[in-house]
């Protein structure tokens, strides 16, 4: 369905953000001739590198013409059933560089008004404030819910909805074999916090202009989410990385040094990764591989519980998994382990041997980049899996409890934060289109 525009050509109506009538002088010197009735049209422009921005045309006209005009306008985009109409929004005030309150007063506010959107604002005060707000919050009463923070504020709103889902539903959520409930409310992203994985799958960037504008089309697509089991007990969920060894050490490392404030996040990681020597570990990676024998009528295995075992032991630098799979592939390091990937119900998860330096630094500088190499690597061993377990054996037989080793074995990187697991050991498993985002992709 299109909207044409003399002056403008056409623009497609679920591009349309809003739009109002105006006056306009119409001459010079409007006191003596007046003013002239003109109506804005806000629309979505869409540029290079994924990057959307607002743009307003002029349409003039007699009042009658433009108010005709408006309301023909509001009637189209009133069929738009998906676009939202209000939304419950989460700010994390001191995430990333602590613009948070100001991105939204300034440029996203503006925008979510322009497209007759309310909002229900809530601030964070404290670290796990929203958790607790996530226990009570009806998202009945509204379309689609908002973070305006990072991919920390982010794991705790869907750690608080889904695991308040599965106690609704009445499931034994604890359990890897537990089939979980997926959460229907939807959920955007304005990237405003220090790590951004999510919004740059879901928009192609982490321009807060760009994804209010995919938010406010209102398409949504369900994505993948991988649950971290530790102790017996559904410990985290997961939309973007999960890693135990180098990538927990660096994140570990980065927040004993928050002297160096912001300057930290590059410091600190080159520091580790340029003079320090790789610290290798003893694991045991348990993997379980789709059973080709036990698939469903689509051929995706989703409901079977039989899977094909493998066992893999030694020395390695670090043990990751990647959230992307055929139904979240714009996930961070999608397009590197898509080769890998068949069947949706899949992921990838990579034993990293050690390895140079350089060599080391070129794996993330590929990934970053996307390539499809990336994972091609001496020093790699990816495996296509549903789940996996892993056990982190200390390198004495008798370490003391209280030691850095022992604490650095039980912490998991899991999206950027880091998350205590019980004896080094832990399970993941992957849950398909459990959430459901504001995306275009």
């Known amino acids: 369905m299109f909207l044409w525009l003399a002056i403008l050509g056409s623009i497609e109506i679920c591009d349309v953000i809003g739009c109002h009538l105006c006056e306009e002088p119409g001459g010079i010197l409007p006191i003596f001739f007046g003013s002239a009735p003109y109506l804005v049209i806000k629309y979505i422009s869409k540029g290079k590198n994924y990057k959307w921005t607002a743009e307003n045309v002029h349409v003039t006209g007699s009042r009658e013409e433009c108010e005709a005009l408006r309301t023909k306008v509001n009637e189209k985009l009133g069929k738009e059933t998906e676009r939202p109409k209000k939304l419950g929004l989460f700010i994390n005030p001191i995430g990333g560089s602590q613009n948070s309150l100001n991105v939204y007063s300034k440029t996203i ?12 604002v809530m601030v964070s ?9 996530m226990k009570s919050f009806d998202t009945t009463c509204v379309d689609g819910l908002v ?21 609704e539903a009445g499931l034994d959520y604890d359990k890897p074999t537990c089939k979980l409930k997926p959460l229907e409310v939807p959920i955007g992203i304005i990237p405003t916090g220090t790590g951004n994985g999510t919004a740059k799958g879901l928009y192609g960037n982490t321009d807060v202009v760009t994804a209010a504008l995919h938010i406010i089309r209102g398409k949504t697509n369900r994505n993948n989410v991988q649950a971290v089991y530790s102790g017996g007990k559904l410990a985290s969920l997961s939309t973007i990385v999960i890693g135990c060894g180098l990538f927990s050490d660096l994140i570990y490392h980065t927040e004993r040094q928050r002297w160096l404030k912001k300057a930290r996040y590059v410091v ?7 003079f320090k020597k790789q610290r290798l570990f003893d694991a ?27 066992e893999v032991e030694g020395q390695c ?20 382990v898509m080769p890998f990937i068949k069947h949706p119900s899949e992921f990838v998860v990579a034993m990293y041997k050690q390895c140079g330096r350089f060599e080391f630094l070129g794996h993330l500088k590929s990934c970053a980049l996307e390539n499809l190499d990336a994972f091609q690597k001496d020093f790699l061993l990816p495996y296509t899996v549903r789940g996996y377990k892993v056990k982190i054996q200390c390198s004495d037989k008798s370490p003391d409890p209280e030691s850095e080793e022992v604490n650095i074995n039980n912490l ?12 080094g ?5 992957n849950h398909r289109q459990l959430l459901r985002f504001y995306t275009s992709s």
């Open 109 to 120: 506010a503006p925008l979510f008004r322009a497209a007759n959107i309310v909002c229900d």
């Open 125 to 133: 005060e404290r670290p796990k404030h929203i958790v607790d707000i």
């Open 147 to 167: 973070v305006v923070g990072g991919d920390g504020t982010l794991l705790e709103v869907i750690n608080g909805l889904l695991t308040r889902a599965q106690k």
């Open 268 to 274: 600190v990681p080159l520091h580790l990764m340029l």
């Open 284 to 310: 045991k990676l348990t993997i379980f591989q789709r059973d080709s024998t036990a698939e469903d009528a689509d051929g995706t295995s989703e409901n079977s519980t039989t899977y094909e075992q493998k």
């Open 317 to 336: 630098v670090s043990i990751t998994s990647s959230g992307a799979g055929l139904g979240y592939p714009c996930a961070p390091f999608g397009a590197s």
């Open 412 to 423: 998991l990187d899991v999206d950027g934060e880091l998350l205590d697991i019980v004896d």
């Open 425 to 429: 050991e832990y399970e993941v498993w």
